[in-house]
């Protein structure tokens, strides 16, 4: 059974600080990896997909990475706002089956 | 493209009251994924269909749902009777058949059976 991990489960920062959320994740076999935002209350909103041939993507201030010998992804963003708060997901697609992390909570203070 | 269209976007119902989730796929994506969210099991996958038939029902949580593709367009999960424990939020999604494109989500339907 797959598994999918992040850490940390909530994180808070000021406002322009530059910081990493982390994804590890159990199945090799992985076909892509995809980074999602959820506002509260809200559905979710995809913001990266990293196919399993590749190393990174890049969407603005964000930068995923992908390295699947390790079983690990992170999500970069650079000079945080306070709009960026929300709860990201990871999700690693294996077959036809989505299987997500349990999120990051962030809050960026102003 | 209008994107993932889920309806309604609440529902409150009373227990043992049917209820019916519907969903509209991406024109052209012909995978389409029922998923649930609670604050305490995240999000759940509960069904999935490709090329309108269902392949992997194992996330059904029991015989009180049931879930419906009649065609490209249309999908529907049904819970009869409801609970209160199955309150949640209940999203859709839809993907084209290639690991190269991601999925796109609904809005959801937040679903409270009182």
């Known amino acids: 059974k797959q598994e999918v991990t992040q850490i940390p489960a909530a994180l808070s920062v000021p406002e322009g600080e530059n910081l990493v959320l982390n994804c590890s994740f159990t199945?090799?076999?992985?076909?892509?990896l995809q980074w999602f935002r959820q506002d509260p209350g809200k559905g979710l909103t995809s913001l990266l997909l990293?196919?399993?041939?590749?190393r990174e993507q890049t969407s603005g201030r964000l930068n995923a990475s992908l390295d699947k010998s390790s079983g690990r992804s992170t999500l970069y963003i650079a000079a945080s706002q306070p709009g960026d708060s929300a709860t990201y997901l990871c999700?690693?697609?294996?077959?036809?089956?989505?299987?997500f992390g349990e999120g990051t909570q962030l809050t960026v203070n102003p | 493209d209008a994107g993932v269209i889920q309806s309604p976007r609440h529902e409150v119902t009373e227990m043992g009251q049917e209820v019916t989730l519907r969903c509209k796929p991406i024109?052209?994506?012909?995978?389409l994924f029922w998923y649930r969210q609670t604050m305490m099991r995240g999000l759940e996958l509960l069904i999935y269909?490709?090329?309108?038939?269902?392949?992997?029902d194992s996330g059904m949580p029991e015989d009180r749902f049931s879930a419906k593709m009649p065609n490209a367009s249309f999908s529907t999960l049904k819970i009869q009777p409801s609970e209160p424990r199955d309150s949640a939020v209940y999203f859709c999604a839809s993907s084209r058949d290639s690991p190269n494109y991601g999925y796109t989500f609904g809005s959801g339907t937040r679903l409270t059976v009182v």
């Open positions: 999700a690693e697609t294996s077959g036809s089956r989505l299987t």
């Open positions: 990293i196919q399993s041939s590749q």
């Open positions: 269909f490709n090329n309108n038939v269902p392949i992997d």
């Open positions: 199945d090799s076999a992985i076909y892509n």
């Open positions: 024109s052209g994506h012909n995978s």
